[in-house]
């Protein structure tokens, strides 16, 4: 595939994650110590249809990205984003929250949230083209392509901060892997609950058609205001947390 992204007539260069970027997250490390150097996948970040709409965009803090992860193993893994986590609103005791969509192929967003140095929460989303998946606050989250089509997905995420690497780095990755045999714990973290399967997010809560590119929510941005504002939206993420 040509790394270079058309979005709207405008040619956008990726941010490439090289596969010894994450060698702190694998969980075969056997196999990466001898592996070649290759490229995993592509970030397109900062996109936007015309002027007028990012300078929208802008205004409301926002930011709209494209993510291309090709298919491949990592070893024994299969092929998946570093992982973060957000950092507190200012004077906020709630992180920021995101807001994917998997525009081709197949996503595993797998979602968890900590207490200190407790697993209190493990959540996989099981995506195809046209889903929906808000990551709520206090969740870290990776995105793996477990199919053997290109995944191509985007975000909307508040463009006042910076994720954070490093927890997910420090426990050798998420709490589970995900194997060519299915999901295997992590070790590095103690007394891992099970994973729970929730369904995409129903877009009738972002005013969405099913199916409908959610850049169009740039025509009305205030619909993304829980991207800046999550502390004014428990309730929905509550809502989200219980749709299984």
């Not at 906020?92 to 949230?113: D, I, T």
């Not at 929906?132 to 990776?142: L, R």
């Not at 998420?174 to 045999?181: E, F, K, R």
């Not at 070790?187 to 929730?198: D, H, K, M, S, V």
């Amino acid at each position: 595939m040509g790394k270079e992204l058309n979005f709207f007539g405008h040619i956008k260069k990726p941010d490439i994650r090289m596969l010894h970027d994450m060698d702190d997250v694998l969980y075969d490390t056997e196999w990466s110590r001898t592996a070649k150097n290759t490229e995993l996948y592509y970030m397109y970040r900062d996109l936007y249809r015309n002027e007028k709409e990012h300078e929208a965009i802008r205004s409301q803090q926002l930011r709209y990205d494209i993510t291309v992860i090709p298919p491949q193993m990592l070893g024994k893994e299969y092929v998946k984003t570093a992982g973060h986590y957000h950092p507190d609103v200012p004077g906020a005791s709630v992180s920021y929250a995101e807001l994917y969509q998997v525009l081709e192929g197949e996503a595993n967003y797998l979602l968890q949230r900590m207490s200190e140095e407790n697993v209190e929460d493990v959540v996989v989303v099981e995506a195809k083209a046209g889903d929906i998946v808000m990551v709520p606050p206090g969740y870290g989250h990776i995105t793996i392509n477990s199919s053997h089509k290109t995944l191509k997905m985007a975000n909307w995420v508040c463009s006042e901060f910076s994720s954070m690497y490093d927890p997910i780095k420090e426990h050798s990755g998420a709490a589970y892997y995900l194997l060519g045999t299915g999901y295997v714990g992590n070790p590095q973290y103690t007394n891992i609950p099970p994973i729970r399967y929730l369904k995409p997010t129903d877009p009738s809560m972002l005013g969405l058609a099913k199916g409908e590119d959610m850049y169009d929510l740039v025509s009305d941005l205030s619909k993304l205001d829980f991207l800046k504002n999550p502390h004014l939206y428990s309730a929905m993420f509550s809502k989200l947390l219980a749709n299984e």
